[in-house]
C-alpha cells in the first residue's frame, strides 16, 4: 500500500473519487457534491484557513487501485479551545483492513504533531458542526442532506486505532402524517396566545436580517451554556444561506420575538439528498435542471432541521411548541412532505432530546464525534464532564434513553462490498 498527498490536479480528482469506488453497490450512499468538497480545501472560500491549515492523502493498493483516503486540518481558534491544541480529520474512507486505515490515521496524527496540535477528533468537518460530523454507528439508511454515512465497520477501524467517545449525537425523526400529542398542542396554543410573543417565519428577501437574528440567539444561548465557545460568524451564515436559496422554503424557518427581541430559533431545509442521489456529485448544467425537474416535481419528500437555539432565560416556556404549532400549516399545506428528521442533539444536551420525544420524534440514527490524545498516558475526559455530571446528579431517574433499534445493527447489506473486487 502506498499513501500519496494530494498536491495537483490528479490528486485532487482521486481524492473525490475514492469513496465513489467504495461506495458503489450501496443503496444508500448519497455522494456528496464535488464542489462542496473542492470548496472545504479552497483557502479562498473557507475561512478556516485563516489561522489554519489542512492537507490530503490518498491511499492506493500494491496494484495502483484507490481503496482510501483522509484529511487532517485544525485552526487555531478552534484548536485552541481545548486543553490539548486539538485538530481534525475528515473525508475518512477506507477499506475494512485495519492496516491501511492505520496508515492514513498515522499520517494525519503526524502531520498534526507537526503544527502543534496535541489531539484529533474524527470524523469531523473542517467547517460547522451541523454538516458532515460524526461516525454513524446505527441507523444505516439513507442519511438527511448534510449527514454524514459510512460502513459499520468503521467503527472497529476508529476503535482498534484508539479513538475514544468524546460525546454522542442523536437524530430523531418524525412521521408529520401522524397527529402530535395532545399535551403539546395545550402547550403550543397558550405560549402563542401570550402579547409580547410573535412567531414570524423568515423572508428569502431578508436574509441577512435572519442571519443576523440567528446569530444573536446563537451567541447568548452558547456563551450561557459553554464558557469557551467560538461566536457563530454572520458572514459565514449568510453565505451559507445564500447558497442554498434554490432549496430554502422560507415558511419552513421560524423565529421567536419576545417584545420585539430574537428569542429563538429554528431552520428546516429540505431534504435535497432526494435529488442528489441522482447525480452523482456532478452540479453542470444539465444535473442543475434535472435538481430544479425534482424540486418542482415534488420528489423532495424529507425535511431536516439543521439548527434550533433558544435564549437560556426563555428555555422550558413552550417556546418550542410554539414553533411547532406554527410548522402546522406550512406542513399541511406542503402535503408531499411525510418527515422531519431532527440532527442531531449531543448527549450533553438531555433537555433538547426530551424536547425532540415530546413532540413524538423517535430515535433513528446515532452518530459518535471521536478524540484520540498524541500523548497517550495523558487522562480522557468526555465533553463538558462537568456539566454532563451535574445533570446526571440533579435528574437521575428523570431521564431514560429510549433506542428503537439495535445500536449494534448492521448495515442490510453490509457484505455487498468485497476488498477483492477494488
Known amino acids: 500500500m502506498r499513501l500519496i498527498e494530494v498536491s495537483d490536479k490528479r490528486t485532487r480528482k482521486d481524492f473525490i473519487k475514492v469513496p465513489k469506488i467504495l461506495y458503489r453497490k450501496d443503496p444508500f450512499w448519497v455522494t456528496p457534491l464535488d464542489q462542496d468538497t473542492i470548496s472545504a480545501f479552497d483557502p479562498e472560500k473557507n ?6 491549515n489542512a492537507r490530503r492523502w490518498i491511499l492506493c493498493s500494491e496494484d495502483h487501485k484507490l481503496i482510501g483516503r483522509i484529511a487532517a486540518f485544525y485552526n487555531m481558534n478552534l484548536a485552541t479551545q481545548n486543553k490539548q491544541f486539538t485538530g481534525g480529520i475528515g473525508w475518512f474512507d477506507c477499506i475494512n483492513d485495519q492496516n491501511a486505515a492505520n496508515m492514513l490515521f498515522d499520517v494525519a496524527r503526524d502531520w498534526l504533531k507537526d503544527e502543534g496540535m496535541g489531539a484529533m477528533d474524527g470524523p469531523v468537518n473542517f467547517g460547522t458542526n451541523n454538516t458532515n460530523w460524526g461516525l ?7 442519511p438527511g442532506y448534510g449527514m454524514p454515512y459510512n460502513f459499520p465497520y468503521y467503527r472497529e477501524l476508529f476503535e482498534n486505532y484508539g479513538f475514544l467517545t468524546y460525546f454522542q449525537q442523536y437524530s430523531y425523526h418524525i412521521d408529520i402524517t401522524r397527529p ?5 398542542w395545550k402547550i403550543a396554543d397558550w405560549i402563542s396566545k401570550k402579547k409580547d410573543y410573535e412567531f414570524r417565519h423568515s423572508k ?4 441577512e436580517k435572519y442571519a443576523a437574528d440567528v446569530i444573536k440567539v446563537f451567541n447568548k444561548a452558547w456563551s450561557e451554556f459553554k464558557d ?3 461566536p457563530m460568524d454572520l458572514e459565514d451564515l449568510t453565505n ?9 422554503e422560507e415558511d419552513l424557518i421560524w423565529f421567536v420575538y419576545h417584545k420585539g427581541e430574537p428569542i429563538a430559533f429554528y431552520i428546516i431545509f429540505p431534504d435535497v439528498n432526494q435529488i442528489l442521489k441522482h447525480l452523482n456529485g ?23 432541521a439543521i439548527a434550533a437555539g433558544v435564549v437560556p432565560k426563555f428555555r422550558n416556556m413552550g417556546i418550542e411548541s410554539g414553533i411547532f404549532k406554527n410548522l402546522e400549516i406550512p406542513f399541511k399545506k406542503k402535503y408531499w412532505l411525510t418527515e422531519v428528521e431532527l440532527s442531531w442533539v449531543g448527549d450533553f444536551n438531555p433537555k433538547m432530546r426530551s424536547m425532540y420525544e415530546a413532540v413524538g420524534g423517535k430515535l433513528a440514527k446515532k452518530h459518535l464525534t471521536l478524540r484520540y490524545l498524541f500523548d497517550r498516558k495523558a487522562k480522557f475526559e468526555r465533553f463538558m464532564p462537568e456539566y454532563m455530571d451535574k445533570f446526571k446528579q440533579q435528574h437521575e431517574g428523570d431521564y ?3 433506542i428503537n433499534f439495535n445500536p449494534e445493527e448492521k448495515h442490510p447489506k453490509h457484505n455487498f462490498l468485497k476488498n477483492k473486487e477494488l
Open 282 to 304: 456532478k452540479l453542470h448544467l444539465l444535473n442543475k435542471l434535472r435538481f430544479l425537474y425534482y424540486l418542482k416535481t415534488r420528489k423532495v419528500t424529507r425535511v431536516r
Open 47 to 52: 475561512k478556516l484557513f485563516n489561522r489554519g
Open 240 to 248: 451559507a444561506l445564500n447558497q442554498a436559496k434554490a432549496f430554502i
Open 136 to 142: 454513524l454507528i446505527a441507523g444505516f439508511t439513507q
Open 204 to 207: 428569502l428577501d431578508q436574509a
Open 180 to 184: 402530535f400529542p395532545e399535551r403539546f
Open 228 to 230: 469557551d465557545f467560538v
Open 400 to 402: 431514560q434513553e429510549e
